[in-house]
């Protein structure tokens, strides 16, 4: 029995060798740069919860990555176009399911909450509770298909997540739409602004966020596959529920 283990793990070790020969063993990856702790540019560097997955996931099969902090359209539009291998925190959703290469499982799930102003007394709101109202939302971002099809919802859109809830405590909009974990360090980061002045009163998806790869990018189907490899032996070594612990 374990020398069957044992030969098994040299053939998968000398597979990922030859791939890694294969290609460049540096890449460079653009990276939503406003969606803070998964993603965002801290101090002029890229950080958070995805760009730490997505290093380690490459450095178990020796490949580097540098990533290219830009806002999430741009990102959307680079990997489109083919100008870099990926684009780091796409949310897989009816719209964007032929925009990239998927890889074999996701980073993360994030949770899209909706937001009203204090001291609202609702709960349990969802997508179609929106429907003729005007909610704010951030450009570029997926919240699911249900909600992202419904022509119904009248959308005040900002260029940055802070600013649909400087818009909701304007009274420019009715609710607002953001990510919990992004909303909650929003609301740390700003308390004096924020305190006190909203409430979660639904939620509109759970969303599975990746790192989605290029269709045209030279070599992207091999760096996918070194991917996969390395996230499967990021999660098995246990350094997945390492990093996940450090940006809970």
């Not at 490949?63 to 489109?80: A, G, H, N, Q, W």
């Not at 989605?212 to 030279?218: E, L, R, V």
């Amino acid at each position: 029995m374990f020398k069957r283990v044992w030969i098994g793990l040299v053939a998968s070790l000398a597979a990922v060798t030859f791939a890694i020969a294969q290609v460049p063993t540096q890449v460079v990856i653009a990276a939503e740069d406003d969606w803070y702790p998964y993603g965002g540019k801290i101090n002029g560097v890229a950080a958070g919860l995805g760009v730490d997955l997505v290093k380690a996931s490459f450095a178990a099969v020796g490949i580097t990555v540098r990533f290219e902090s830009v806002p999430y359209t741009r990102c959307l539009d680079m990997v489109k176009s083919g100008k870099v291998l990926a684009c780091n925190e796409p949310a897989r959703t009816q719209e964007t399911e032929s925009s990239v290469l998927w890889p074999t499982k996701p980073l993360f799930s994030a949770r899209s909450v909706i937001y009203a102003r204090q001291p609202s007394k609702e709960t349990g709101l969802s997508s179609a509770s929106l429907e003729g109202k005007r909610v704010m939302v951030t450009n570029g971002f997926e919240y699911g298909s249900e909600f992202d099809t419904n022509k119904k919802v009248i959308r005040e859109v900002a260029t940055k997540e802070i600013s649909v809830f400087r818009m909701l405590a304007a009274k420019r909009g009715d609710y607002a739409l953001a990510y919990e974990k992004v909303a909650n360090h929003i609301f740390r980061q700003n308390a004096r602004e924020f305190e006190g002045k909203f409430v979660a009163v639904g939620m509109v998806s759970e969303i599975r966020v990746y790192c989605g790869f290029s269709k045209t990018f030279p070599d992207s189907q091999r760096y996918l596959d070194l991917f996969n490899q390395g996230f499967a032996i990021i999660q098995k070594n246990g350094q997945y529920q390492e990093i996940e612990r450090r940006w809970q």
